[in-house]
């Protein structure tokens, strides 16, 4: 079950990525981020009300969370920071690098947290998924070559570094996941609907610092898209999280599947936006999708 759910994850974060790029375009990123938190703690908040005042307006255990302690708040506004932050960089480089090139470089993640989840966790990989990882690290060095045909230097260009260093405090994020659900059992559903709350929070600091006072240089745009954002990544957040309440699920597998994600991302990068050397890395694709299936054939 746990795997299923990590695939349908990654469906849902490729779309993500879609309505982010889209929502981007020619636009002003704070103000895009703050309403994507906003539009979130305003999704959960039913969820967030339910369990305080104990109301009982869901049937079943699917949509009913649970109260939490000072402690638990305090690790849910930690996961809040570094995933906050982790979009803040995602954001800007999204905005100026092309899908094709973002979806790939994203699939690195996986082999962060496959390195943190081995020592932190103790998990171990068979020989299917070892194969996965590998063939993902291979795909990612042939993207460096691809995007120089596009004047993308990878050791030199600001939002190629900004988009690395959402990876690897996304990775951080993930492992922090694996520790606050396993280790402390915290309930994912109060995990996921306090987490907006906190970033509305944070994020309204960052707007009212960074953005308002030259807002008249960097103009924001509505777009229908950007409500979007809010609900795919919910969605793939929603089962992202009952993945990791499985007691079997592996946060190294879980994270490589979910950058599945790259497929659509791909596909959109092409068809919406009309991304170019589409058929060098195309081979970049296959890879990280052989990489995928071997690691759904290992977990099963």
Known sequence: M????AFISAFLLGLYDVAKKRSLAHNAVIPVLLL???FASLLFLPVILNAELELNLF??????SS?????DHLMVALKSAITLSSWLCGYYAIKHLPLTIVGPVNAMRPVVVLVGATLLFGER???WQWGGVLLTI????LLSRSGKRESIDFRSNRY?????MAMLLGAVSGLYDKYIISAHSLDPLFVQSWFGVYQLLMMTIVACVLWLPRRGEERFVWRWTI????LFVSCADFFYYHALADKEAMIAVVSMIRRSSVIVTFICGVLLFGERNVRSKVIDLILILIGMVLLAIGSI
């Open 2 to 5: 746990w795997v299923g759910a």
């Open 36 to 38: 994507n938190t906003l």
């Open 59 to 64: 049937a079943g255990e699917l949509l009913s």
């Open 67 to 71: 109260c939490g302690s000072v402690s």
């Open 125 to 127: 990989l068979n020989m």
């Open 138 to 141: 291979l795909s990612l060095y």
């Open 160 to 164: 190629v570094w900004s988009l690395f």
């Open 227 to 230: 409500p979007l954002i809010t």
